[in-house]
């Protein structure tokens, strides 16, 4: 494809873009073509000889979307979003144009500085206290990884390594006697999590080689860590002879949005690290709810005061503000503390004067792979386009419509009850008897109910919602944050399910 005709495919393509954005409600939200589909509409071997792009792009159409669920679809309301804008797609444009490894400064100096720049642009946008900015009084700042399980592996090997070359420093010892010392004294780490964490932390201590505890977070605490649960697992754990050396505290929850005590978090670790004499390393997972922070009304639960006693946090900019996937923003309040755990002796190949100089940043030390994308350059369109101001007009529009949905099914109390929320725009409800307000009826019943009316909701296609069992309720999740939902598609989510309810009770009935 030489330049003339990749501007005529490329106008093409915009064209077939938008279309599809203007015309994503006609087409039915999930795909539901069967496993292996795609290898009965292609050939077994690639092509022989090169195509034109006509006859590629017409096989977008034909076998490519029937394999695509529509997750900007305003009819999309299952799991988080995984927003997307256009100024974000004119920079995945412009990022694969420019493409290259990016692993140092050197190797294009604009990726790394407006890398540093638009994170900290945010770190002020979302309140983040001063010792994550780069510029801060503690040597942090920000850095782009894929996803919000790569930040949490990478923040796990990094509290891991600094609690070992604390814990083994005053033995004075060196070569294999202090790799022996430390090979010890690994196996008796844990890291934790509230019982409601992404799955995240789990992965990142099989990854960093670390014993791994899920700290209970039950419905009377509103599914959140509390300090209470938190003390009472570090001391179960030391009197074992173990030693906790990191935590994820979530700000929202995948399943409802709960926001971990934070405050009383860092209560129980200071005094932890008064008695022990080493700190707990606190992550807080804010992937989906982070966006909310833009707006200061969201920040009660999570105060800069509070969060400045931690380590590190992030937020995925792809799923709630408008950055299309993929693209987790992560802070660490101490820079050399990720740099010292993930960088090597550089191979020759790599020498340059800047790395020497120690005055760049060379963010292949930040993150587990070498290679890095142009990320930040769609944060900076979508930052740019938007505003601060936009993009908290869009975080609140998105919680006014959850509210709506909310006081709907409060109006049906007859069919819906709510389980938690609304939260940060997620309402997590289930169904009840009609009528019969549900006295002395099993949860079983319940749930077996709600899961009826989840699965007629689902098949029916018209929309789609994931569900949850919390504290042994099965529940529907519903999370209007895609960018194209208006009030009337709020208004038909919610006609759906009362049609799906009084179908179920009908036929319960009869
Ligand atoms: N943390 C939380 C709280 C999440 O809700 C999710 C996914 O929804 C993740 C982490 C994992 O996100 P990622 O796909 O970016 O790894």
């Not at 795909?31 to 509409?41: A, I, M, N």
């Not at 070992?164 to 999590?193: F, Q, S, Y």
């Not at 740099?339 to 030390?365: C, E, F, K, M, Q």
Request: hydrophobic residues 45%; negative net charge; glycine residues 8%.
């Amino acid at each position: 494809m030489d330049s003339k005709q990749f501007k005529e495919a490329a106008f093409s393509s915009i064209e077939e873009i938008v279309k599809y954005y203007d015309n994503i409600e006609d087409r039915p939200v999930l795909s539901t073509v069967e496993p292996g589909y795609l290898r009965k509409l292609l050939p077994a071997d690639a092509p022989e000889e090169g195509e034109s792009w006509a006859d590629i792009q017409k096989d977008i159409e034909d076998k490519i979307m029937p394999g695509i669920t529509h997750w900007q679809s305003p009819n999309f309301l299952a799991w988080f979003p995984s927003s997307s804008s256009f100024p974000a797609m004119l920079g995945e444009m412009y990022s694969a144009a420019f493409t290259g490894a990016a692993f140092n400064w050197v190797c294009s100096p604009a990726v790394t500085e407006l890398e540093t720049i638009v994170l900290d642009w945010l770190a002020r946008g979302l309140g983040l206290p001063p010792c994550f900015h780069s510029t801060g009084p503690t040597g942090g700042g920000g850095v782009i990884h894929g996803t919000a399980s790569e930040a949490v592996a990478t923040v796990v090997v990094a509290a891991r390594d600094k609690y070992l070359r604390e814990a083994t420093a005053h033995l004075g010892l060196e070569g294999e006697e202090l790799e022996d010392a430390i090979a010890e004294r690994r196996g008796r780490l844990v890291a934790l999590a509230g019982a409601s964490a992404h799955t995240a932390t789990k992965k990142a201590a099989q990854i960093a080689g670390v014993r791994f505890r899920s700290v209970p977070a039950g419905p009377g605490d509103g599914h959140r860590l509390t300090a209470a649960a938190l003390r009472d697992a570090v001391a179960t754990l030391r009197a074992r002879g173990l030693e906790p050396f990191y935590l994820t505290a979530t700000f929202g929850t995948t399943d409802t949005c709960a926001v971990d005590d934070m405050a009383g978090i860092g209560g129980v670790l200071a005094d932890d690290a008064a008695a022990h004499g080493r700190e707990v390393w606190v992550h807080v997972d804010a992937a989906y709810a982070g966006a909310a922070l833009l707006c200061p009304e969201h920040r009660a639960l999570m105060s800069a005061a509070a969060l400045a006693r931690f380590h590190s946090f992030n937020t995925n900019l792809h799923k709630w503000l408008l950055v299309n996937f993929d693209c987790s923003g992560v802070w660490v309040r101490d820079r050399t503390l990720l740099t010292r755990a993930l960088s090597v002796a550089p191979l020759a190949i790599l020498a340059n004067a800047h790395t020497d100089s120690g005055l760049v940043t060379d963010y292949r030390d930040w993150q587990i792979p070498f290679g890095r994308r142009f990320r930040s350059l769609k944060v900076w369109f979508v930052l740019r386009s938007y505003g601060l101001a936009g993009l908290r007009a869009h975080v609140r529009r998105h919680v006014a419509l959850a509210e709506g949905f909310a006081d709907r099914l409060r109006g049906r109390a007859d069919l819906f009850e709510i389980v938690t929320g609304p939260r940060f725009a997620l309402t997590v409800f289930r169904v009840r008897g009609k009528g019969e307000e549900g006295e002395g009826e099993e949860q079983e019943v319940r749930n077996a109910r709600t899961k009826r009316v989840y699965d007629e909701v689902v098949e029916g296609g018209k929309m789609f919602l994931s569900s949850t069992v919390v504290g042994g309720v099965f529940a529907i999740r519903h999370n209007p944050a895609t960018p194209m939902v208006q009030e009337h598609h709020v208004q038909k989510h919610f006609e759906v399910l009362v049609e799906a309810a009084e179908k179920v009770l009908a036929a319960e009935g009869a």
